[in-house]
C-alpha cells in the first residue's frame, strides 16, 4: 500500500529565511504527487503537483517541489518565507487511477518575524 | 475560492444521532471525493463517486455512506455517531481523468 511520511511535525523559520519541507513517499510505481496547504480554518489549497517529466516542479506563492525518484522524496522549498506563508502543508501521492489521494501527517509551519 | 461549496460550515450534534453533509463540485467536475480530518488520524480518503457510481472505498466506515445524485452534487450520511466521529469532513471534485482534486472549506462535525 502506498504511504506518505513527512518527518517534521512542526517546523518555525524566520522571515525572509529559506524553507525546505521535507516528504519522502512510497509507492510501487511512478507515482503522481502533490503539495496542498491548509491555512486556519480554511480547506485545502493545491500548491503543486508532479505527474511525470521535469522533475523540478514549480507551483504556486512561489514554492517549488523537486522529484528525487532513488530518495523516494519530493521535498517543497521557498527561496524566502513569507509570514503569510505560516499555515499547515501535506503532501499526497494518487494511486495513478484518478481516485483517491494518501496524505502525510502534515508539517505545521511557524514564521518568525 | 475552489468552487467546490459543502453544507453546513459547522454541525453539533449528540451521540447517536444521523448527519447529512453536502457537497456540490465545481461547474464540470464529474467525480466527488471525501476526505475526513481527524487528530489522531490525520486526513483519510473516505469514498469517491464518479458521474453518479461508486468508484472507490477507502477507510469508511459501515455507519457512514455517500451518493452523488443527478446533478453530480453529494452528500455523505453519518450514523449512529460516536464521540470519535468528530473531525473535519472535506469534499474534494475532480474532472474525472483528472487527477488534480479541488477541496471545499470543509464542514466541521461536533458529537457532543
Known amino acids: 500500500a502506498q504511504s506518505v511520511t513527512q518527518p517534521d511535525i512542526h517546523i518555525t523559520v524566520s522571515e525572509g529565511a529559506s524553507l525546505e519541507l521535507r516528504c519522502n513517499y512510497s509507492?510501487?510505481?511512478?507515482?503522481?504527487l502533490f503539495w496542498y496547504v491548509q491555512s486556519p480554518g480554511q480547506g485545502l489549497q493545491l500548491l503543486l503537483k508532479?505527474?511525470?517529466?521535469?522533475?523540478l516542479v514549480q507551483g504556486i506563492k512561489g514554492f517549488e517541489a523537486e522529484f528525487k525518484r532513488s530518495q523516494s522524496s519530493f521535498n517543497l522549498r521557498k527561496p524566502s518565507v513569507h509570514w503569510s506563508d505560516a499555515a499547515e502543508y501535506f503532501c499526497?501521492?494518487?494511486?495513478?487511477?484518478?481516485?483517491?489521494?494518501?496524505f502525510g501527517g502534515g508539517t505545521r509551519l511557524m514564521v518568525k518575524p | 475560492d475552489s468552487g467546490v461549496t459543502q453544507t453546513p460550515k459547522h454541525l453539533i450534534t449528540a451521540t447517536g444521532q444521523r448527519v447529512t453533509l453536502r457537497c456540490s463540485p465545481r461547474?464540470?467536475?464529474?467525480?466527488v471525493y471525501w476526505y475526513q480530518q481527524s487528530l489522531d488520524q490525520g486526513l483519510q480518503f473516505l469514498i469517491q463517486?464518479?458521474?453518479?457510481?461508486?468508484?472507490a472505498k477507502g477507510n469508511i466506515l459501515e455507519r457512514f455512506s455517500a451518493q452523488q445524485f443527478p446533478d453530480l452534487h453529494s452528500e455523505l450520511n453519518l450514523s449512529s455517531l460516536e464521540l470519535g466521529d468528530s473531525a473535519l469532513y472535506f469534499c474534494?471534485?475532480?474532472?474525472?481523468?483528472?487527477?488534480?482534486?479541488?477541496f471545499g472549506p470543509g464542514t466541521r462535525l461536533t458529537v457532543l
Open positions: 508532479y505527474f511525470s517529466g521535469d522533475t
Open positions: 509507492y510501487g510505481a511512478t507515482p503522481y
Open positions: 499526497a501521492v494518487d494511486n495513478n487511477a484518478g481516485n483517491m489521494l494518501t
Open positions: 463517486y464518479y458521474n453518479g457510481e461508486e468508484r
Open positions: 461547474s464540470g467536475d464529474l467525480s
Open positions: 474534494a471534485s475532480s474532472q474525472g481523468a483528472d487527477n488534480e482534486q479541488f
